[in-house]
């Protein structure tokens, strides 16, 4: 078992729909982020999160440290959404090295 | 925001070839750098993590011989691939920290061997 998972593995959506990806953990963090990797594989960081929820435009990231459980929404998606999601978490004993999710890929068709 | 650029974004090269590939953050100083490999379809593999000025420190089955890393200032780390063969094909990515802020990621390189 990872110790990092994600779901649903791949999602496509329409334009406009609301979209969860969820990342469920099984070690203790300091921190969880959200990456998205675009089809040229640059990764953009979304979110660094320890506690609570974050938003920035569409995208709403919330973390509950007790359940070990993160989601990232975006609401209503775009085809420019379209791209891998991928949760990585930053283990306590572990400096700034992060363990990472398998991605969530994500298809918005208009 | 932070940004780290990775160079070249793409390299074809015939067998035996080694292969140099930088990875400078360019507005931070990078006290740790990592190194990624990324094969198709599945998420990001740790290769090797390097602190400026010590070595690097490599992942179990990564071969230190074949993947050099050299970290020698806060804003620039190498990553070369000695003798290149066909196998060595995959994704190569980059990513830098300050102690302990979050990641920031170049944009990779797709290294092909013929």
């Known amino acids: 078992k990872n110790e990092v998972e994600q779901s649903p593995q791949n999602l496509t959506a329409q334009e406009g729909e609301f979209i969860t990806i969820n990342c469920s953990y099984s070690?203790?963090?300091?921190?969880l982020h959200w990456l998205q990797q675009h089809p040229g594989g640059g990764i953009v960081s979304l979110f660094m999160?320890?506690?609570g929820k974050k938003k920035h435009g569409r995208l709403i990231a919330t973390i509950n440290i007790q359940e070990k459980h993160s989601s990232l929404h975006i609401t209503a998606s775009h085809p420019r959404d379209s791209a891998v999601y991928i949760c990585a978490v930053r283990e306590k004993t572990s400096g700034s090295r992060l363990t990472f999710g398998e991605g969530t890929q994500l298809t918005v068709n208009p | 925001g932070a940004v780290v650029s990775q160079h070249p974004s793409r390299v074809i090269c015939k067998s035996g070839t080694s292969v140099k590939i930088e990875c400078r953050s360019l507005?931070?100083?990078?006290?740790?750098m990592f190194w990624y490999r990324q094969f198709p379809k599945q998420s990001l593999m740790l290769m090797a993590t390097?602190?400026?000025?010590?070595?690097?420190?490599?992942e179990q089955g990564v071969e230190k011989d074949k993947f050099l890393i050299n970290h020698a200032s806060l804003t620039l780390s190498t990553l070369t691939v000695t003798s290149a063969h066909p196998e060595d094909s995959s994704f190569y990515i980059c990513s830098a920290s300050d102690r302990d802020q979050p990641q920031h990621f170049g944009d990779g390189t797709r290294l092909s061997i013929l």
């Open positions: 999160l320890s506690s």
């Open positions: 507005d931070f100083q990078a006290t740790t």
């Open positions: 070690v203790g963090i300091s921190a």
């Open positions: 390097s602190n400026e000025g010590s070595k690097a420190t490599y």
